[in-house]
C-alpha cells in the first residue's frame, strides 16, 4: 500500500456519506474511524491474531464495551465501513437502460476514486488482511450477504423485478464472485497500489461476466 493517508478523518467523513449527517451520526462515524485507525495501526506493527480487542480499545481512547457496540466482532472493525451507501447512490445515478454489469462496474468506478482519495493506505490494508486472514474471509461472507441484498435492491428498481427475482439474484451473485475473487487475485499477485490498477482490475472480473463466462 504506498500512498500514505493525505486527508483528514473529518474529510473522510465528508466524503463518504452521501446525506447530510446529524451531529449525532457524524460523531458515530468518526468514532468508528478512530477505532478503525488504532487497529489497523496495532495490526501493522504487531500482526492481527497478536492484537487482542482490549488493545485496540486503549489505543483508541475507548472502552472494550464501545468497540464492541460499534463492531460485534474483531472481524467486524475490518470488514465494516461506510462505502455501500457510496456505491449505491453511485449505482442509482446510473442511466436506467444501462446493463447491470456495466452499470455496477461504473458505479464502482467513481466510488473508488473517493474511496482511493479518502484513504488509499487504510483500504489497501483492509483488502491485505481480507486475503492473508481466514478468520476475515469466514466473516466476510455474511457481510457479502447484506452487500448483495443492497445491490439486489437498487437493481431490481432500476429493472422493475422484485428483489426476490431469481435471475436478479443469479446476476448478483455473479458480480460480486467476480469482484471478491479479483480481490483475493489481487493480493496474491502483490496488489499493485494505483486507482488505474483498480479500475483495470474491476473491468477484468467484471468483463468475463459481459462476454459470457467464455476464457
Known amino acids: 500500500m504506498a500512498p ?4 483528514s478523518a473529518d474529510h473522510a467523513c465528508a466524503d463518504l456519506p452521501p446525506a447530510k449527517l446529524s ?7 468518526q468514532t468508528r474511524q ?12 504487531q500482526g ?15 472502552s472494550p464495551s464501545t468497540v464492541f457496540r460499534y463492531f ?23 442511466p436506467a437502460g444501462e446493463p447491470p454489469v456495466a452499470a455496477l462496474r461504473e458505479a464502482l468506478y467513481s466510488s473508488l476514486a473517493r474511496i482511493y482519495q479518502s484513504d488509499a493506505e487504510e483500504t489497501f490494508q483492509r483488502i491485505r488482511l481480507i486475503g492473508e486472514v ?6 466476510m461472507s455474511e457481510h457479502s450477504a447484506d452487500t448483495a441484498w443492497l445491490l439486489r435492491r437498487t437493481l431490481a428498481e432500476r429493472a422493475g423485478r422484485s428483489e426476490d427475482d431469481l435471475e436478479l439474484r443469479i446476476v448478483t451473485g455473479a458480480m460480486l ?32 461476466l459481459e462476454r459470457g463466462l467464455t476464457l
Do not use: C, H
Not at 500514505?4 to 486527508?7: C, E, H, L, M, V
Not at 467476480?178 to 490498477?197: H, K, N, Q, R
Open 4 to 7: 500514505a493517508r493525505t486527508r
Open 23 to 29: 451531529l449525532r451520526e457524524r460523531k458515530k462515524i
Open 34 to 45: 478512530a477505532i478503525r485507525r488504532a487497529a489497523y495501526r496495532l495490526f501493522q506493527e
Open 48 to 62: 492481527y491474531d497478536a492484537t487482542p480487542v482490549d488493545q485496540i480499545a486503549d489505543e483508541a481512547e475507548v
Open 72 to 94: 460485534p466482532t474483531k472481524e467486524d472493525i475490518v470488514l465494516t465501513d461506510e462505502y455501500d451507501a457510496l456505491v449505491e447512490d453511485a449505482l442509482r445515478s446510473r
Open 134 to 139: 481466514p478468520a476475515l474471509r469466514a466473516r
Open 177 to 208: 464472485g467476480a469482484l471478491t475473487e479479483a480481490m483475493y487475485f489481487w493480493v496474491d499477485t502483490g496488489m499493485p497500489g494505483t486507482l488505474d490498477d483498480l479500475r483495470a482490475l474491476v473491468n477484468r472480473a467484471l468483463g468475463v
